[in-house]
């Protein structure tokens, strides 16, 4: 064995026992720290999504809604952005349900409606709750749950003024840039009835949707103490 085998040898037999040596501490410490890294990120992310649903808390006026949310999220918690919906479809979609003919048929008296045409706002928004769900005990997917708050305007009734936002939901990603999105979502306006005056008016809206996060992959960094 010449002498540059030899010292390589020497230096891999070192190695290994300070290896060793790390590996037995770890053990008689009796602690052992796993860290493992969020599946999804939100930070510097945008997130596209789109969506569809119905109305769900007027017992005289069934609209469906197609609209979406383009938000940006600074932190994994806090995101702002804007969302649009088209409420109108030219009667081809929604309009009075059976309970409005009955009020008229019970009363004799139409009852006011207001049926939204579109909306369009400004909201932020921010992230409670997040974790990870198992799904048939095969796959492992990331959730998190969000609220917002925002304004902006509406047209009801073929009048255009201003409206309030709240909303909360949930969204579940299968992978790291694409999701499923369910969300309600409250329009908290005053409406201009013809005989009722001046109304305060909630429209809820239950959704169901996709949600891509832009751009399509991430990377992490760490701290230099950390590594």
Not at 51 to 64: I, P, S
Not at 92 to 99: C, I, K, P, Q, S
Not at 196 to 224: I, K, Q
């Amino acid at each position: 064995m010449d002498r540059r085998t030899l010292a390589i040898a020497i230096a891999a037999l070192v190695v290994a026992l300070d290896a060793g040596t790390a590996w037995a501490q770890q053990i008689d410490d009796g602690t052992i720290t796993v860290i493992q890294p969020k599946p999804m990120l939100r930070r510097h992310r945008v997130s596209l999504t789109p969506r569809a649903g119905m109305t769900v808390n007027d017992a005289l006026l069934r609209q469906w809604a197609v609209g979406g949310t383009l938000a940006y999220s600074p932190t994994e918690r806090v995101f702002f952005g804007g969302n649009f919906e088209l409420f109108d479809f030219n009667g081809a979609l929604g309009g009075v349900t059976n309970a409005y003919e009955e009020v008229i048929s019970a009363t004799r008296a139409v009852p006011e409606v207001a049926p939204l045409t579109w909306y369009g706002g400004v909201e932020v928004g921010f992230v409670p709750a997040y974790g990870k769900l198992v799904l048939f005990n095969r796959t492992i997917a990331y959730i998190d749950v969000y609220v917002s708050a925002g304004a902006g305007a509406m047209d009801s009734g073929g009048r255009v003024h201003g409206a309030g936002t709240i909303a909360g939901g949930t969204n579940l990603y299968l992978n790291r840039w694409l999701g499923i999105n369910a969300e309600f979502r409250d329009r908290i306006s005053v409406e201009e009835l013809p005989v009722a005056g001046n109304s305060f008016t909630n429209t809820v809206t239950s959704t169901l949707g996709l949600v891509v996060m832009l751009p399509f992959n991430f990377r992490y960094t760490y701290d230099e103490a950390s590594r």
